[in-house]
Nanobody, 125 residues
Framework: VQLQASGGGLVQPGGSLRLSCEVSGRSFSPRFMGWFRQAPGKEREFVSAINWSARTTLYADSVKGRFTVSRDGAKTTMYLQLDRLKPEDTAIYYC???????????????????WGQGTLVTVSS
C-alpha cells in the first residue's frame, strides 16, 4: 500500500490550496484516512481525518472552519481544501491511512499504519 500526497506550495496569507492523497497498491479499504502536519522544530500534529464509509470528519480546533476534508471512494483519494491560510499553517503535510482505526483513536498518528511522503505548504507574503 502506497500513499502519494501532492498539492503543496507557496501561498500568501489568506490564500488557498488543495492537497490530494492517492492510495495505490494492493486492494486496500481504509477505515480512516487522516492529515497530519509537522512544522520545523515541532512534533507532528493532527489536522483532520475522515471515516471512509460514514464520511464522518474530524478537525483540529486550529483549522476548523478553514480546512475541509473529503474523499473520492472510486479513486481511493482523500483531499484537504485549505482556505484562509495563515503563516502558522506552514508545515509539511502528511496523509495517513489505516483499515482498523476506530473513531476514538483517529487523531493519534501512532495508530496509522500507512503514510505518504509529505507535501510542503508554505504560507508567506
Amino acid at each position: 500500500v502506497q500513499l502519494q500526497a501532492s498539492g503543496g506550495g507557496l501561498v500568501q496569507p489568506g490564500g488557498s490550496l488543495r492537497l490530494s492523497c492517492e492510495v495505490s497498491g494492493r486492494s486496500f479499504s481504509p477505515r480512516f484516512m487522516g492529515w497530519f502536519r509537522q512544522a520545523p522544530g515541532k512534533e507532528r500534529e493532527f489536522v483532520s481525518a475522515i471515516n471512509w464509509s460514514a464520511r464522518t470528519t474530524l478537525y483540529a480546533d486550529s483549522v476548523k472552519g478553514r480546512f475541509t476534508v473529503s474523499r473520492d471512494g472510486a479513486k481511493t483519494t482523500m483531499y484537504l481544501q485549505l482556505d484562509r491560510l495563515k503563516p502558522e499553517d506552514t508545515a509539511i503535510y502528511y496523509c495517513a491511512a489505516d483499515s482498523r482505526i476506530i473513531l476514538s483513536n483517529s487523531r493519534n498518528p501512532g495508530a496509522y499504519d500507512y503514510w505518504g511522503q509529505g507535501t510542503l505548504v508554505t504560507v508567506s507574503s
